[in-house]
């Protein structure tokens, strides 16, 4: 008796709707090409030249992914932002070196693939990429049948940027008394989730329920994206007359771990919390949590996504390149660690 033939589809794997999701994302993609890119989506990888004018270039690379704020899409259904997370995440990141970034490449894995999902999840990477000013050049769609629950997904992101070497911040500039300039973030950016979603969501709370704290739902509060800070991390380096001696961006470990992987060893940072403003829902987590207040700053960015170092005399030329968000936050001194006041 003769077998029937089984098919690739039928074990789960569906390559027609991997090449029409090639298809869909063609146009958004191209939209991010900068003028380095030579080869881009469609062949077996993404080719880029290096930026002209560099004496020096170095290659800075990050990857990342968006970690338990999955979780939100997924009960949300919404997955147009955390695309643009996990750009955050890795231009963010390379950012810190004074790299400008050049492209970047997003994996994509689920159980089944869901077009509508997937493009709305790659259009939200393509967002990050316009927003990062860099080419979203390749990535990879994985269908793995048995290995995600139906309609959920994991991501994760490769940054690739470039600094020329006379340009590199290595974390040996920053001095006692330099002053520390805080950009906000937009949120909870994509860190702290697990304990986001363990006191807001776990006991009575929902997606959908209206928090009159917030002025939104939970849901929209907590998918709202992470604010990539490459504009003005161009601008702060591409005036000639500005010397930007550190950079940090805040994720996990907060404002207690991160800072001070800027500066020399030594040297530390005391920062005047009164000096900003803390989100209203880190404040709704720490009341409703009952978290304490060093927990609260070491899991989260308190409302500070990236802070900058500059020389005491140039933070005014600084703060007017930066715009009106931007905030004295503190300063640089002579003991290790961070100290708040």
Not at 108 to 124: D, P, S
Not at 212 to 228: H, N, V, Y
Request: aromatic content about 4%; hydrophobic content about 40%.
């Amino acid at each position: 008796m003769d077998k029937r033939a089984t098919t690739y589809k039928e074990a789960g794997v569906d390559i027609d709707a991997g090449n029409e999701l090639a298809r869909r994302i063609g146009r958004m993609v191209k939209d991010t090409h900068r003028p380095e890119v030579v080869s881009g989506v469609g062949g077996f990888a993404g080719v880029s030249a290096l930026p002209a004018g560099l004496s020096e270039p170095l290659l800075v690379s990050s990857t990342d992914g968006v970690g338990t704020k999955l979780r939100l899409a997924f009960l949300t259904g919404r997955h147009d932002t955390v695309g643009i997370d996990l750009v955050a995440m890795g231009v963010n990141d390379i950012l810190t070196v004074g790299a400008d970034p050049l492209f970047f490449l997003d994996y994509f894995a689920c159980g089944k693939l869901e077009l509508e999902t997937a493009e709305a999840v790659i259009g939200g990477v393509a967002e990050g990429c316009r927003q990062a000013g860099c080419t979203l050049l390749g990535g990879e769609t994985a269908e793995m049948p048995g290995s995600y629950p139906d309609g959920e997904y994991d991501l994760a992101g490769f940054a690739v940027g470039v600094v020329d070497r006379t340009r590199l911040l290595d974390g040996t500039q920053a001095r006692a008394g330099d002053v520390v300039l805080g950009l906000p973030s937009s949120g909870l950016h994509s860190n702290g989730y697990s304990l986001a979603r363990k006191v807001l969501l776990e006991s009575d709370g929902a997606p959908e329920r209206h928090e009159p704290e917030l002025g939104r739902t939970l849901g929209e509060e907590l998918l709202e994206p992470t604010r990539i800070y490459a504009a003005e991390v161009r601008a702060l380096l591409g005036d000639p007359e500005l010397e930007v001696r550190g950079l940090a961006h805040i994720t996990g470990g907060g404002l207690v771990d991160n800072p001070p992987r800027c500066v020399p060893g030594g040297l530390g940072f005391r920062l005047e919390e009164r000096s900003w403003e803390v989100p209203a829902v880190m404040r709704l987590i720490a009341e409703r949590g009952d978290v304490p207040l060093e927990e609260m700053r070491r899991t989260f960015n308190m409302g500070l996504g990236m802070i900058v170092i500059v020389p005491a005399d140039q933070a005014d030329r600084a703060l007017r390149i930066l715009g009106e968000l931007a905030r004295v936050v503190g300063e640089i001194v002579g003991q290790p660690g961070v100290e708040f006041v």
